[in-house]
DNA sequence: CAGATACTTGAACAGTTATTCATGGATAAT
DNA sequence: ATTATCCATGAATAACTGTTCAAGTATCTG
């Protein structure tokens, strides 16, 4: 665990965390952020988004959920910049921001898959 | 995204996700985990047995956190394979189980510290 | 054995969250 | 202009989650 501004101690070019507990604050923007993850209905916007640009309503037939739901949800995964959008008309185009949740599902899934002890 | 069961196509070493949208059960399996992840205390924790193997005892003085609060977020931490303990006499001992967790942390880091557009 | 210590567990309660439903705003079509 | 389409939003409700509290198990001590 280390970032930029911790207190890290540099080791054959890794960074070894050296901090202790972490703040209530650190905690609780890492939990926000973790927590948009932690719903079914979001990661199969996203694995959609993965694929192609969808509007709205295509994500929603897409994943099965009304407009109303994927909008509400679309916003949660705009505020944490998961995605980002363009409208085009009286459509809006939403896809993945960056590639940062390919490699927090490969993480996960690779955690997933260990054999049990 | 991509793992060993899903339908990829490997690109110079790398999978490509070909996949469609995540599968109910996927999607919830994710959830189920990162969910996890979405509390501060349970990074608190988590964050204190990186520095050292700690009891429930120590670990619920380090964040202060009653024991028996403690020990229910520990079941989950176990339950998601996130933690491992040992016994010894009335004490038991928890420990991060793997380095996932630092990857997790670290990715998270770097896209919440990205600037925005 | 009796009591103390370390931890776990179940129930209950408060706070949070995700959906639905109804509505409203903006743009396009007729 | 009127109507239809696409999307966003607020309120309400049902479901979920994390803590506390009380009790229970196991181990150590005197």
Redesign the pocket.
């Known amino acids: 665990m280390s970032n930029s501004e911790d207190k890290t101690v540099p080791v054959i070019g890794v960074d070894v965390p050296v901090e202790g507990i972490l703040s209530v604050e650190k905690a609780q923007r890492m939990?926000?952020f973790f927590?948009?993850l932690?719903?079914?209905?979001?990661w199969r916007i996203l694995s959609a988004l993965a694929l192609k640009e969808?509007?709205?309503?295509?994500?929603?037939e897409a994943v099965d959920?009304?407009?109303?739901?994927?909008?509400?949800?679309?916003?949660?995964l705009?505020t944490m910049r998961l995605v980002s959008?363009r409208?085009?008309?009286?459509?809006?185009?939403?896809c993945l921001k960056d590639d940062h949740i390919f490699n927090l599902y490969q993480e996960a899934s690779e955690h997933l898959d260990e054999p049990d002890d």
């Not at 969808?54 to 929603?60: D, N, S, Y």
């Not at 959920?65 to 949660?76: D, K, T």
């Not at 409208?87 to 939403?94: A, E, F, L």
């Open positions: 939990a926000e927590g948009v932690g719903d079914p209905n979001r969808l509007r709205v309503g295509e994500l929603a959920m009304s407009e109303s739901a994927v909008s509400h949800q679309l916003r949660v705009r959008y409208k085009q008309g009286r459509s809006v185009y939403y």
